[in-house]
């Protein structure tokens, strides 16, 4: 299980910002929430990639993720988070 969620996480930094694919952005933003298999906890940082994510991808999962951290972030971390999904995707 670990072995594949580290996997996971390495591909989804690989892909997410080449092909801007819905669920390398949701895989990786999750590595960056949690901490998982070497990426630091950052909340803000995945904020900003669901926040990148929901107009890339549509799906649904990245605004029920944002509606969580939305409940913890205050609006300085959210903006903080939209300012490096556009710095890292542009």
Known sequence: MKQNRETACSRAAF?????ASG???LTLALCY???AAGFPKDPIE????LW????VSGA???RTYLAQLEKV???????????R???RFQ
């Open 23 to 25: 669920p390398a952005l």
């Open 46 to 49: 995945a904020y900003g990639i």
């Open 52 to 55: 990148y994510g929901k107009d």
């Open 60 to 62: 649904p999962d990245f």
């Open 15 to 19: 892909w997410a910002p080449r092909s």
């Open 73 to 83: 972030l205050t609006p300085e971390q959210q903006m903080g988070g939209r300012r």
């Open 85 to 87: 999904a556009a710095n």
């Open 33 to 35: 929430w949690e901490g």
